[in-house]
């Protein structure tokens, strides 16, 4: 079933956004992959004649809920560090935004093109979005150093966060 027409509008309150991460690197044993929840974000999705998606989010809202492999489990002054090196290297502070361009009809869901703003920089990007029983999903991979993000490394490079993030969306449409 295709999503329905009309505005929905998701947040924290009805949905969730999350960023996933992987590592690589000699050492990349001792890293984490993570999921990292947006904890401060808005999105209006409009669905009609004149479809659109607009989102903004708070950089210093990510929080970081999983750490998965690792050789040992993360610890609160890890998770800090992390936090910290996201606000001050990563993200810098700078408030993220997509504006759509396009959005089309696509099999039992949505086709989204638009511009996505991260770090000061922005350009196109786009992703599918798709609903079953009143939920929409959707996730989009992007490369970090296409927007001018430096990935994380630690160890002299030994340990990286992989350039490739994937940002994922699942909430109530109501």
């Known amino acids: 079933m295709a ?12 949905a969730s956004l999350h960023v996933e991460t992987g590592r690589s690197g000699a050492a990349a044993k001792a890293g984490h992959d993570l999921i990292i929840d947006v904890t401060s974000w808005e999105a209006t999705l409009e669905v009609g004649d004149s479809s659109s998606l607009s989102l903004s989010a708070d950089s210093t809202s990510l929080r ?19 936090h910290k090196t996201i606000d001050k290297d990563v993200l810098k502070k700078k408030d993220i935004t997509f504006t759509s361009s396009s959005v089309e009809t696509a099999g039992d869901g949505l086709k989204v093109s638009g511009d996505l703003e991260v770090g000061g920089k922005s350009k196109p990007i786009s992703f599918d979005l798709s609903e079953t029983g009143g939920t929409v999903t959707g996730n989009a991979a992007f490369k970090q150093s296409d927007w001018g993000i430096k990935p994380y490394s630690a160890l002299f490079g030994a340990l990286k966060v992989n350039d490739e993030v994937n940002v994922v969306v699942e909430g109530k449409l109501a």
């Open 64 to 82: 970081v809920r999983e750490g998965k492999g690792g050789m040992q489990a993360l610890k609160d002054d890890d998770i800090d560090d992390i």
């Open 3 to 14: 999503i329905q027409a009309g505005t929905y509008k998701l947040g924290p309150d009805n």
